[in-house]
């Protein structure tokens, strides 16, 4: 059983940025939380949600699990205001979900779940921290580009600085530590990753986030935020891309 | 001859509406109305517009037949703001149409009429009247989009539905008697139309328009709405698909 | 040497204007101002644009030339909002350009100019003159589109028109004296334009701006324009197409 309230804007947050990632989701379903985890076809980037029953209006859950198209998904989150109310409620029996706003009855088939990985999200201790707001690398985003298919992201004690190389062009964006919102960052430290995936994410993040990036040396990224007011909380890992020197 | 001056925005609404079944027109002129009469290619949907007189800022008109390119009247709309007055000016020797926005002229050859067919309004008693607001039909057209060619339309004495069924999809919006202008259900109908013949009217429609559907099982629908605040009314009919069970 | 401060804007407009002929220029730089010129490929139109240092913020220069690809100063232009200050410093040295908008920095190679050529631009008088402000143009323009190839241009003491004539169809604009800015011209003057040099560069001359367009009768026509707020001159000739009669 699965019955629960959330604001429009709420399920877009979550919708788009796992999306990034997979074209459709498992969600494990418990009594207290919601969770989803994906990693793209490449192996290139994996992330987990996990969302609190206080992220949502109301929330009656036995623990199950769904399977749901995205796309669709999307499809319904368009025909809602910012703040109107989502209705959901899953008939396990009939394998479906149906969704409510204000008039409007949306009934969908859930996706058979049988054949979806279940990535295991790493643990990972990663020596240097940059708290970010995201508008920032939205900004540094644009900058890139067309000018190269990787990113460097760099930090030092003195900020964090994103960068991209090609032949004949360069892009950077350098923040002080004055603009970030914390940095622990003992040595400096350098890894490159790819452009697109990095964008991905960092597109639909939602303004006024503030992303806690992870780093090492030539190692995975992690990031870490909050979506729904802090009820839910996101963590996203990229595989380094190592240059062959 | 004719000679009349109106509000972009009257002849906008007019113009949006009648193509959608045709891309060109006949409009039959006399001293007090004009006329289109339109049924498209297919013969699934006809209307009938009528405007009198009242709905121009001038107009002046003996009886005649004008051929409209309705393309071309849509390119020449998007010159004027909807409070501009179009002045229209049809010289029947030259077999042109001349029409003044503020200091643009622009001059068309007029369609020859003769190939163009004369499609005769059914006279149609209709048990089921629905007075609704077009504005719960366009969100109704944009849940129902993509899940199934055809929408299914019903009304009973608690009120209007509209929906449609895929098969594994499916959307719906009710609409309850207190958010109807009226409603004339003694039996419950149902009755299945083309989706996109049904929405391509619906979108055209401004906005605030309170349109009559009228309705039987199994039966063409017919829709009847003002525009120009009253001066013109449109009737318009669209054919049912029935279900093979 | 070359180091200078402007506003994005008045740096946009430059851009706009000249890539209507070319997509690479070449600008020539020297203590007071600097210039660039540009002809189309099929030596249609030309244009010369002298931006005197008073545009810039800020300005140091020795004389030298720098290669410009116009699609990446553009793709840098769209980092900026209209208000911020683009600096631009090239190092010879390198055959680099670096670009900086607050925290983003943007270095390209410059292009190599040995190939690009160097028009002489025409000393031309021309009996009349029309002063108009750019947003009539503009209106006239967009009721000539899908008309003709052609725009035919004229001017007598009683005001300025435009107009295209096809097959069936017809637009003109029509300016009386009372809506221009001035006016010489002492007797009536015609001529015929390839319509989409002359759209193309009146679609992204400023709003606000005059225009002194110089007339004959089939002959090339002379745009007058200032940008900048004075501080920077364009002047562009197009073309006539001469009738066959």
Redesign the interface.
């Known amino acids: 059983m699965f019955k629960a309230e959330l604001k429009a804007d709420t399920l877009k947050g979550l919708v788009y940025i796992i999306s990034t990632l997979v074209d459709e989701t498992k969600v494990a379903i418990n009594a207290d939380t919601i969770s989803m985890k994906a990693m793209d076809p490449a192996h290139v980037a994996m992330m987990e949600i996990v969302v609190d029953k206080d992220a949502f209006i109301s929330y009656e859950a036995d623990e199950t699990e769904i399977g749901l198209d995205l796309d669709?998904i999307k499809?319904v989150l368009?025909?809602a205001g910012p703040n109107d109310t989502i209705r959901m409620e899953h008939d396990p029996d009939q394998g479906r979900l149906t969704i409510t706003i204000g008039?409007?009855?949306?009934?969908?088939?859930v996706v058979d779940t049988s054949g979806m990985n279940d990535p295991k999200v790493p643990q990972m201790e990663l020596p240097v921290s940059v708290k970010i707001p995201i508008d920032q690398l939205q900004?540094?985003i644009?900058?890139a580009?067309?000018i190269s298919d990787h990113i460097k992201l760099m930090a030092d004690p003195n900020g964090f600085e994103l960068s991209c190389e090609g032949d004949?062009?360069?892009?950077?964006?350098?923040?002080?530590v004055s603009?970030l919102e914390s940095i622990v960052a003992d040595a400096p430290v350098t890894s490159l990753y790819p452009l697109d995936y990095f964008s991905n994410i960092v597109k639909v993040i939602p303004a006024g986030t503030v992303v806690d990036i992870q780093l090492d040396n030539d190692y995975p990224v992690k990031f870490l935020f909050n979506l729904a007011e802090g009820h839910a909380r996101v963590v996203y890992f990229l595989a380094p891309r190592i240059e062959n020197e």
């Open positions: 669709k499809t368009k025909l008039n409007i009855v949306r009934r969908m088939s900004k540094g644009r900058a580009e067309s004949m062009d360069y892009a950077s964006l350098r923040v002080p603009d």
